[in-house]
């Protein structure tokens, strides 16, 4: 499942623009391959992001993975439900489980990030 309006970072990310805002989260490949979530650690509202910057921590039953900024920008929002819920992440990657909202200092960035097709190649390669 890779929603086709959505931009994808090699560190399997998604990213979703709404004018100088983005909301970000993990990719339903990326949540599959970590197993149940049980534990979601976010950045504080109005921190700094750079981009390929963690920017928190996903747990799951099997490992626990850095989150990694696709973009450059400021902390907007979290998603405090995935305190109680982390589950979300599994359950609704692309919904319920989106991670942070980012205020975008360079809208480049987003060209540089790979489309739909682009991602779902890249993940059908695997890693280099």
């Known amino acids: 499942m ?3 309006e959505l931009k994808y970072s090699e560190s399997h990310e998604w990213v979703k623009q709404e ?4 909301i970000i989260g993990i990719t339903d490949y ?3 391959e970590l197993g149940d ?3 979601v650690e976010l ?3 109005s921190r700094q992001l750079k981009q390929q910057e963690s920017f928190g921590v996903a747990e799951s039953v099997k490992a626990v993975s850095d989150l990694f900024s696709p973009v450059t920008g400021k902390v907007m929002a979290i998603n405090e439900t995935l305190a109680q819920q982390p ?3 599994n359950k609704e990657p692309y919904a319920g489980g989106w991670m942070i ?3 975008l200092s360079d ?6 990030l790979m489309s739909a097709e682009e991602y779902e190649k890249f993940i059908q390669e695997g890693p280099k």
């Open 2 to 4: 890779v929603p086709r």
């Open 19 to 22: 004018g100088a805002m983005v």
């Open 30 to 32: 990326a949540q599959e």
């Open 37 to 39: 979530v049980v534990f």
């Open 43 to 45: 950045p504080k509202v």
């Open 87 to 89: 589950e979300l992440v």
């Open 101 to 103: 909202k980012v205020e």
């Open 107 to 112: 809208n480049g960035e987003i060209a540089n």
